[in-house]
């Protein structure tokens, strides 16, 4: 078995553990958002949690089978897939960062 595999397949379980998190406790889950829980409860009020967990959820998600698609090119084809597989998911995860606690959660207030 290549590095690339063991690279890749590792990180399949913490990113669908953490999605089966969200998808468990639903709306309750999004307390453990970082940012959102630093806001005052009155602000939170003002959030839709349920959209907020059910995107968190759906981002682990794509994360794991990002890494398990490059897991298995890894394991078939060489252990230089997994580079491309990183790539896709740096892309990913920055794009949903943000450093104003507002803005990134401009896109879920409750209308």
């Known amino acids: 078995m290549n590095i690339g595999v063991w690279i890749c397949g590792v990180l399949v379980i913490p990113f ?45 998600f794509t994360w794991s089978a990002i890494m398990f698609i490059g897991a298995v090119l890894c394991y078939f084809v060489t252990s230089y897939m997994a580079i491309p597989a990183f790539i896709i998911w740096v892309i990913m995860f920055f794009k949903e960062v943000h450093f104003d606690t507002h803005k990134a959660f401009e896109k879920y207030l409750l209308k």
């Open 16 to 60: 669908l553990i953490i999605g089966m998190f969200f998808a468990i406790l639903k709306e309750k889950a999004a307390k453990f958002v970082s940012g959102f829980n630093s806001l005052s409860k009155k602000e939170q009020t003002l959030y839709d949690k349920a959209y907020i967990s059910r995107d968190i959820r759906n981002q682990c």
